[in-house]
């Protein structure tokens, strides 16, 4: 069965760049039919979609976080990453892993791990 | 303040069906591009609960079910249950934003 989980400091100073990983495990990471992707949600608010890759590291991203977005897989480790740089408090949520198909839905979900931006 | 419109909320009486519904425009939904429902509990990650317009994944209830017409979308909800209460968010792609996008998300509440 596959599982994905979050890691990550879940405090970052303003300015400063938010890291966090997903590991997956129950399956690998290099398939073909699946993208990997990041959805945050702000306390009480909706999802936002923050970007997706692919296992041979073409990205897309949020047109609205591009340029402050990055993200970056290891396959060795059956990893992916974001980085989010320039951090305000508008960056506070709880940051979600997930598989992502071509459509683009995502069916299977880390558990989210809350990130909070403040000094 | 999303591309996709969700009413706020919606409530039904126990066994009861309710609709949610979404609503785009001709640079999302009504451009021909899927439509995807997710069900979020407080405190808990979404699951998914419709793909690609009608599609129920393997344990979704035959209870819910989506459609999609125009520029709009609609997740039903039949004989509703107490379980049921929880957030829903549709999903689809927009092409003016080159970006999938959510709707703004509808809190059922189970009367």
């Known amino acids: 069965q596959l599982q994905l989980q979050e890691s990550g400091p879940g405090l970052v100073k303003p300015s400063e760049t938010l890291s966090l990983t997903c590991t997956v495990s129950?399956?690998?990471?290099?398939?073909?039919?699946?993208?990997w992707g990041w959805v945050r949600q702000p306390p009480g608010k909706g999802l936002e979609w923050i970007g997706r890759?692919?296992?041979?590291?073409?990205?897309y991203y949020n047109p609205s976080l591009r340029g402050r977005v990055t993200m970056s897989v290891d396959t060795s480790k059956n990893q992916f990453s974001l980085k989010l740089s320039s951090v305000t408090a508008a960056d506070t949520a709880v940051y979600y892993c997930?598989?992502?198909?071509?459509?683009?839905?995502?069916?299977?979900w880390g558990k989210g791990t809350t990130v909070t931006v403040s000094s | 303040q999303s591309v996709l419109t969700q009413p706020p909320s919606v409530s039904g009486a126990p066994g009861q069906r309710v609709t949610i519904s979404c609503t785009g425009s001709?640079?999302?939904?009504?451009?021909?591009?899927?439509v995807h429902w997710y069900q979020q509990f407080p405190g808990t990650a979404p699951k998914l609960l419709i793909y690609?317009?009608?599609n129920r994944p393997s344990g979704v209830p035959d209870r819910f079910s989506g459609s999609k017409s125009g520029t709009s979308a609609s997740l039903a909800i039949t004989g509703l249950q107490a379980e049921d209460e929880a957030d829903y968010y549709c999903?689809?792609?927009?092409?003016?934003?080159?970006?999938?996008?959510f709707g703004g998300g509808t809190k059922l509440t189970v009367l």
């Open positions: 997930a598989r992502s198909h071509s459509s683009p839905y995502m069916d299977v």
């Open positions: 129950g399956g690998s990471i290099s398939s073909n039919n699946y993208y």
């Open positions: 890759m692919f296992y041979s590291g073409a990205t």
């Open positions: 001709s640079s999302n939904i009504g451009a021909g591009y899927d």
């Open positions: 690609t317009n009608s």
């Open positions: 999903q689809s792609y927009d092409t003016s934003l080159n970006s999938p996008v």
